[in-house]
T-cell receptor
Framework: DAGVTQSPTHLIKTRGQQVTLRCSPK?????VSWYQQALGQGPQFIFQ???????QRGNFPDRFSGHQFPNYSSELNVNALLLGDSALYLC????????????FGEGSWLTVV | KNEVEQSPQNLTAQEGEFITINCSYS?????LHWLQQHPGGGIVSLFM???GKKKHGRLIATINIQEKHSSLHITASHPRDSAVYIC????????????FGTGTLLAVQP
C-alpha cells in the first residue's frame, strides 16, 4: 500500500510563473491538507480539502489555490510566484474523522529564482 | 507567541544518552503528534497522543492534558536518531488541521 505520494519532488520556477504540485493520498484517506515549510521553520497550514471542497484555509493569499478530485487526489496551484514562495510543500492525508493518524508525503521542494 | 512551543531548539547528545524534548501548547487540542523530519524533508509520524503515554522501541511519548504539555524521550540515543523532531497539535473542531511547533534539531554524536 503506497503512502502519500507527491510530485514533482524538486522544481525550479521563475518569479511570476505558475506552479502546480500534486498529491495522492494514502489509500482509503479522504482528506488532504497542504503545508508550506520555509527553510528552518515549522510547516504552516495552507488549506485542507474534503469531498472536493476547501474545508479550511490558513493565512495564505489567493495566489494559492487548490483542488481535490473524486479519487481524493489533490493539486496545489500557486500563481504569480514570488521569491518568498520558495519552500518545501508538504501534503498530508487522513480520514476525515478527527484524531486519526495523519500521513505525510516526502514533499515538493520549490525554488523560485 | 506561538501556540505550540518546543524546547530545546537545538540539542547535541553523545551516543547512548537519554534525551528529552518538551512541547507546550496554549490551545485546546484533540490530539498531539510527535513527528520526525530528516534532512531530505519527508515527515514521519512517530506518535499520536490524546492522553497518557505511548512507547515504541526506544521512543516514549507522554502527554499531560491538564498542564498542556508533552514530552518525547529517546533512550539509548544513536546517531541515526539525528533529525528534527516536531510537535504538532490538532486544535479540535471538524478538521485535522495541524499546528506545528518550530522543531528541535537533534544531533547525536558517536
Amino acid at each position: 500500500d503506497a503512502g502519500v505520494t507527491q510530485s514533482p519532488t524538486h522544481l525550479i520556477k521563475t518569479r511570476g510563473q505558475q506552479v502546480t504540485l500534486r498529491c495522492s493520498p494514502k489509500s482509503g484517506h479522504d482528506t488532504v491538507s497542504w503545508y508550506q515549510q520555509a527553510l528552518g521553520q515549522g510547516p504552516q497550514f495552507i488549506f485542507q480539502y474534503y469531498e472536493e471542497e476547501e474545508r479550511q484555509r490558513g493565512n495564505f493569499p489567493d495566489r494559492f489555490s487548490g483542488h481535490q478530485f473524486p479519487n481524493y487526489s489533490s493539486e496545489l496551484n500557486v500563481n504569480a510566484l514570488l521569491l518568498g514562495d520558495s519552500a518545501l510543500y508538504l501534503c498530508a492525508s487522513s480520514l476525515t474523522v478527527t484524531g486519526n493518524t495523519i500521513y505525510f508525503g516526502e514533499g515538493s521542494w520549490l525554488t523560485v529564482v | 507567541k506561538n501556540e505550540v512551543e518546543q524546547s530545546p531548539q537545538n540539542l547535541t547528545a553523545q551516543e547512548g544518552e537519554f534525551i528529552t524534548i518538551n512541547c507546550s501548547y496554549s490551545v485546546g487540542i484533540s490530539a498531539l503528534h510527535w513527528l520526525q523530519q530528516h534532512p531530505g524533508g519527508g515527515i514521519v509520524s512517530l506518535f499520536m497522543l490524546s492522553s497518557g503515554k505511548k512507547k515504541h522501541g526506544r521512543l516514549i511519548a507522554t502527554i499531560n492534558i491538564q498542564e498542556k504539555h508533552s514530552s518525547l524521550h529517546i533512550t539509548a540515543s544513536h546517531p541515526r536518531d539525528s533529525a528534527v523532531y516536531i510537535c504538532a497539535v490538532i486544535s479540535g473542531g471538524a478538521t485535522n488541521k495541524l499546528i506545528f511547533g518550530t522543531g528541535t534539531l537533534l544531533a547525536v554524536q558517536p
